[in-house]
Every structure is written in structure tokens, then in C-alpha cells.
């Protein structure tokens, strides 16, 4: 620890350690783990990290630091896990005021006592932190929006290590930028998210879900636009698939007297077959496993792909031509009435690597994009993780604005930002 | 450059009836909706296309020439004030519909179409788009982008940033870019997030891509009578405490209901306090059993009339005196002003409190109408300019009501935006540093500080500058090397 540099070590008040192998990004090794426990602590470490030309990358639980490029450089991974103070939540106000490094899951705790959620869906076990700067999302966006959409408040602190916030405490404000949406999916790329403001939503008294085995991207299509287009408005819509075939699922939220029959009509809308449960199928809402594909090969990719909500059916269709192909089989979970969902091809390096680019090719079809979430170096290698992006000079600019020396997860975002 | 050059080539650009120079004309664009604050443009160029405005825009940039975006010109900011020596781009001439696309449920329009006009279009659909502004019979689509329009509905439904998913868009070094589309979640930053709501200083919204949202199987909607506007409050913090989302809820109090009497007869129960509007919209199954929860909350707050809208007529007529409150205040007093704060909605029935004592010490009456469910308060102060002294009174009581907002950890604006008149509140909101970084993402879109200056922030910074703490006249300024707009 000798050569840590004195600024750095002051600036997390002790909270420095070597690293570890463990701490590597994407086989990219830091030489410490600073740990700051406020945002002014943040601050100063960013500010030394940049005065000595230091390189860092933040990190909650460290779960998804796989995703997206490895680093250019790295020298300080900043863990965010002790942000993790519960700033304030008025239920009478349905918003929550959290630090970065509260895990989701103990947010959902903090809330679930007086009936409101936050509706991110809550199996996620990472931090605020990450969920916000990965922009991930689950079943309940239908009804709920994104992570984007759910954020009305931020605090940053940037690369200069100066402090900024936009938005506030309340769900509707206009006052200037909106600087936390540019932070929602950055991956660590503009600042580090230290503090974030949600709106909550009361939780309806009661659940059902109407789920309708489909037996080929038509049944599933049709399944998917009706609804799509119901008046009973599903909380979210789901599809599971593999192997040519899945099942369809929708989510139906209200007053206990009522959902049933809404549900009963949904089902009567989706035809023979859909039956009504008071529990979702297993599957809903968990991460896309490789225990749900049988090949046990060396290329197990998880593609994260968009879509219009009308390419559901050929989306299916191309995943399960793709899985035709020898060598490869693919599996797909996700949300078609908003157009998202993850695929994941497991197989031969070759064969996931070209079906990987015909996922690519197959949502740009339907006006979306694929970009590569979880994949073995070998894949990695061969494709370029993020795809192609319009606005690229923008991004570039914005880039360059707020972080001119580079200094935060350099290269690890779309375009080699 | 001369004004004359600068016509010759844009005439050339767009043709030549779509430049305006002469004076009297282009005093047709002197203001949006905040007539107070007026500026004559150098000149006016009546876009018809994305290459029109593409070529208005590089025209500019070549020049350092600033340039302003302009809808139908309601904005209640002066977001749309043009720049003496700039360009005025006017979009309402583009104004088509390009698609409905009922099986992706978007819909693809020019910036100059009229809000209302899409749903009016979509609803054979089944369809409608459901950020719905007061001036929804008026306002742009591009204008709505560019205010993060909000609207009555939008408790439920969300705000304008919600519901576009693309859109193309014209920097303000004239390049033509395409920010996202049918298809959620771009690759890459969030631009399109950081654009909606930016007020025109980010570039010009060419065409938009919308989210449309299904019409409901059934609505429902109430008035309640309250005799005061706690009791009212009363009845939101009880529903929404019950774990109910309205569609929306609305609050007007005494001075308010008697403008809008004035104005359109709506015919409110005599002696209110105050009345709620309160709509419940989706599944029929669960509108009925929520519908009954919601009266009863407004029963058991006190409400001593509670009208239930039988049809589509009535819904209408509840709601006609609702969105016309700020135009019917002009029957009541000869001036006024429209201020638009936010605060937390637990803190209502104390701001407003705070607000009539303002009112009682000042003199000033205030007439409040405003988006219960959100905090979104809407408070008209009332003057008469003929009386020497009052408009300044009017504006000192209109200003404390903006601290009162941020006092309560609320907004200066919830859905007008900052525009010229604000841009002096912003730094009681945000700190130095909070402006600093939101100048970070002005100077990566606009180097040059052409697009639509001298709005939202208070004194901007040129972009060459490395952000920091600054104070007195700018040194390159002084030195007449560059001009802080
Ligand atoms: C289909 C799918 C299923 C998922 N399932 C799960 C699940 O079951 N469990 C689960 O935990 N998550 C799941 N996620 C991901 C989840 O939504 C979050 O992205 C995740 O929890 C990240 O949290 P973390 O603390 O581990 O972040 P990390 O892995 O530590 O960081 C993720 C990224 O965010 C950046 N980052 C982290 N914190 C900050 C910060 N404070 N400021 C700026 N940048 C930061 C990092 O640099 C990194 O690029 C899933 C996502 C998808 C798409
Ligand atoms: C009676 C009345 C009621 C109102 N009620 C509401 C309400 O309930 N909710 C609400 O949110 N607002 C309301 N408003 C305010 C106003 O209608 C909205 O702000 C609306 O979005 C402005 O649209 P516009 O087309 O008139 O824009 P303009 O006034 O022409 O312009 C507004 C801003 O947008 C910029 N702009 C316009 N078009 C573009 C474009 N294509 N690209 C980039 N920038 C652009 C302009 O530069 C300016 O900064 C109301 C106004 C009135 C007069």
C-alpha cells in the first residue's frame, strides 16, 4: 500500500485497499479498491484520481462489471456499496431519496411496509447504483416505464470530481437538464451516480396472470398484439422462449373485486388454452440461465436486443431459425409489448459468434438493436460488444465534456467512449 | 451579418416566400404566450421541411448567427422569444401526420403538429396520445418536446420525455441526426432524454416519434365541492394515501371557480371552497370498484356536492371550466400572471396556506388552479398595470410563491419551463456547479451558443471555458473576442 498515492488515501478517509484479482474488470487489474462512504468522499477521490491521472471505475456489487468493453486503463475501482444510506422515503409523496450503493432488493424492504414499490422488478440483488448506470430494466416497465423513466432525481459527481444535481423531489419538474437520464445507462462513463430520487407506486391489492403456451413465432405474435392492444391494460406482457416454441404471459394488477374478471377477459381474448394463475409462471422476471439451454458449450452469450413491438413474431423467428443452425442453441426472455428482451446463445465459439450477428441483423429488422451482455473472451474477441450507434459524435462530445482527460472507464462504452 | 445578405441566402436556401423581413410582419412573432417580454427577430424563416431548417441552421452556425425554434408560439416562458439579431425558425407549417402505426402503437409527426390533432386522429384507432397540455387545442408537438410538456393527465400517463421514442433532429451545427425511433432504449447515451425538455437550446426537433396509448375501456369522472381547499386536499392525500392513481386530479379554489363562471359558465356547485376533478380511467371491472373508493374518500373529507359525469357531454363540461381557468381569469382581472411551481403534494394544504397570507399582506389576489395529484400549482396573481405599483406587486408576490415551492424541496417549474422568465430562479435551485455540468451538456450539442441564448441559465459560460466558480464580465468578452449571450 506504500505507493498508494497519500491524496487518495485521505480522500476515502482510510477506505483503501490493494486489489485484488478478484477487482479485475474484464481481465483489466486496478491497483486499489477505494471505498468512499459520501459523495463528498466521492468527490475527493475523483478529484485526486484526476489530478494524478488515475483511471477508475465505479462499481456496486460488481455483478454485471462484465458487461460492456474492459477498460483502456485502469487504476482505482471505486466501490460504491457503503453509499448506502436510505436518504428518505415519503410515502405520502410516493418518493424515495436512496444512496448509489443501497441494494435494490433492501430498497424494496424499506418500501414494501407501507404498500408502494418501486418498479423496477424486484429480484435484483445489485445496488441503485449500477441498476441506474446499466439502464437494465424487468417485466413491470410496461406499466411502470424504465429505470429512466422512474428517476426524477440525481446526484453526480464528475470525473473533476465536482458535485452536480438535476431533478429533485418531485415527479414533476422542468428546471433545466435533465442530466440523470444522460447518466441512466452511461456504465460509469460520465460520472458516478452517488445519490438517486424514484417515484414509488402504491401496490394493487391484487395479481393475476394469464399465460397461453404458444407454439411458433405466429401464435406468439398474434398472443403478443392482442395484448398489446387489450383494454384491460396488463401491468407487463412476457414471453419465454426456446426451441421454436414458449409461452406468452400477461400481468394483470387492480382492485381485488376486479381483476379477476379482467384477467377472465384477457384469457378469452388470447383464446383456447390461456388459463388464469395467482402466481406467475417461473420463470417470470429471472435471469436467462444457461441451466434453460441443454448444449453445455464454451460460448454462452447473453445478447441484449430491442425491438418494435409488432417484430415479436419475427424476432422469434429469426431466434429460432438461429438455433436451427448446428452448434448452437438460443433461447430468448423479454418484454415484446415494450420491445426489449435477452437472448442467450450458448454453443461453439464459431457458431455463437455468427449467430450473434444474425441477432444483430434480425432486430435491426424490426428497427432495433443487439448489444452483447455476458460473453466468454474468445467470443468477445470477434464481435463488438455495444453495435452500431447513431449520434455517435454527439456522444463522443458529451464525452469529451464531461470527463476531457478520460479518466472514467475509459473505453468501456459504445464506440470506444 | 447584414440582415439583407443573410435573407438573400436563406431565400435562396428555402425560397422566397418562406423569409420573412419585412418589419410589420415579423412583429407577428415578437412573443409566445408570455407577452410581457417582446423582441422583434432580425428575421423569420417558415420552415416546410427538415432541409429547410437544416439549411436555416448551417447558415447560421457558418455566421455564429443565433437562431430560436418556434411552435405556435403558447409557451408560458418566452422559451420562444426570438434573438434581435437571430433567426426565428418557425415549424408550424410542418404539420403533417406521416404515420399512424397502430401495430407498433407510435405515430410519426412533423414538429408543427397540433397536440390535440394526433389523438383527434388516432382515436378511430383506438388510440390517443396522452400528454395533453391545457393548450393542447393549440400547441405544437415540437413544442411540447422541447417543454417536457405535462398536462392533467399526467399523474398517470407521465410527461412528454415518457411518451416520445424518437425523434430527428437538427444540431446546431446544421447535422441532421436520428435519435432513437419505434424501438425503446438507443444504443448508447440517453440524448434523446437529455434533448426533451431542453427548450429549443439543444437544436430543432424536425419530426417526432410518439408512443400512443390505448383509449380505456371506461372512464369515470367526478366533481366534488368542498367548502375549503384543505378539505379538498384532504380528499387527495386520502386517495392517492389509498394506494389510488388517478388518471387525474385537479383542484381549483374560490377565485379560480368564480373566473371560470365568468368565462364559461360551468356551472360549479355555488359556494365552493374549492372543487376536485377527479377521472379514474381503465379496465371497466376495476374503474366501478375504484370509482366507489374514490367518492367515498371525497365524502368522508367533506365534500357537501359530489356530481358524477353521466356522459361524455358532462366529462366535458366539468373539465371545460378546468382548462380554461387561465384565459378566464382575464374576465376578473385586466392583467395577470401565470406562475407554475411544484412542491411536494404532501405539502399542499401548508403552501397554500403560505400563499393566501402572501396574498392578505400584499394585497394581491391569487387564484389557484392546479394539478392536485403532482404538487403542480398553478397560482394566478392578479394586478391591474393601470395602477402604478401593482405590477411590481404582482411579480414580488409571484417570485415568493417560487421560494415557497423551493423552500419545500420542490420545483420552480413543472411544466412551462425556464425560458427567459426564470432563467434568474434557476441559480436559487441548482448550485454553480449544478449549472456548471448542465453547460457541459449545452456545449457538447452547441460550441458556438447560437441555439435559442440567453435561455434557462442565468448568465452561461462560453463553452471554451473550463467550468468554475466566475464573477463580473466575461475577459473574453470584454476583450470583444467572443459575445455571452
Ligand atoms: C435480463 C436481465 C436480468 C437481470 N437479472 C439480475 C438479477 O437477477 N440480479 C441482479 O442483481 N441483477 C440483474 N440484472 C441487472 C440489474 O438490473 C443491475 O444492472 C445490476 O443489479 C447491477 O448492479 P451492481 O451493483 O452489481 O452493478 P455493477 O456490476 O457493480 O456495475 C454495473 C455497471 O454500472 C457501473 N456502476 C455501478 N455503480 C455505479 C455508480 N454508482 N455510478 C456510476 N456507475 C456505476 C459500473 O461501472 C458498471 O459498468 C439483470 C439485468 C437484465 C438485463
Ligand atoms: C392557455 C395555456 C395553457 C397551457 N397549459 C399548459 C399545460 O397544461 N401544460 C404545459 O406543459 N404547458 C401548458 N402551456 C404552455 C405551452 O402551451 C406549452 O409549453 C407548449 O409545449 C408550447 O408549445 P408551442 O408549440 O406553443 O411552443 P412555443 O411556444 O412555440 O415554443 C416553446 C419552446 O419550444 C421551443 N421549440 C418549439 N418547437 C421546437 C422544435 N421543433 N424543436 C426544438 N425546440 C422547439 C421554442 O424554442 C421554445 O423554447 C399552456 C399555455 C397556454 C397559453
Redesign the pocket.
Known sequence: MAAAPEALLRACDGYLTEASDDDA?LGMAPRWVASPGTTAQVSAVMAAATADGLAV????????????NPPRRLDVV?D??R?DTLVEHAAGDLILVTG??R??TALQDDVAGSGQRLG?DP????????????????PMRLRHGAVRDLVIGMT?VRADGVVAKSGGKVVKNVAGYDLAKL?TG???TL????EVAFRLHPVPPARRWVTLAVDGPEQAQAAVQELAHSQQAPVAVEVDWAEGRGEVSALLEGHADATEDCAETVARGLGDGARVDDHAPDWWG???GAADLHADGAGRT?V?TTHEIAGTGPLLGSITSLSEAPGVSAAY??SPAVGV??ALLVGEVDAVVAATEGLRAAAAAVGGAAVV?EAPDDVRARVDVWGPATALDLMRSVKARFDPEGTL?PG?FVGGI | MDTDVLARRLRALVGEHAVITDRQQLRTYECDGLTHYKVVPALVVLAETTVHVAAAVTECAREGIPFVARGSGTGLSGGALPHADGVLIVLSRMRQILEVDRANQRAVVEPGVINLQLSDTTRSEGYYYAPDPSSQQVCSIGGNVAENSGGAHCLKYGFTTNHVTGLEFVTPRGDVVVLGGKAPDPTGYDLLGAVVGSEGTLGVATQVTVRLTRTPEDVSTLLAAFASTDQAGAAVSAIIGAGVIPAAIEMMDALAIEAAEEAVHCDYPAGAGAVLIVEIDGPAADVQHVFAEVERHCREADAFEIRIAADDAERALFWKGRKSAFAAVGRISPDYIVQDGVIPRTALPEVLRQIAALSTDSGVRVANVFHAGDGNLHPLVLFDESRPGEGERAEEVSGAILDLCIEHGGSITGEHGVGSDKAKFMPRMFTDDDLDTMQLVRCAFDPDSISNPGKIFPTPRLCGERPGRHQGVHPLAESGVAEVF
Open positions: 474488470v471505475v465505479p462499481r456496486g456489487t460488481g455483478s454485471k462489471l462484465g458487461w460492456g471505486l460504491t456499496t453509499l448509489a450503493g441494494r435494490l423496477i429480484t435484483r440483488s445489485g445496488t441503485i447504483g449500477g441498476t441506474v448506470a446499466t439502464g437494465t430494466s424487468g453526480l447518466l452511461s456504465f460509469g460520472g458516478v451516480i452517488t429471472t435471469d436467462l447473453l441484449r426472455r423479454g428482451g435477452c451482455l472507464a468501456r
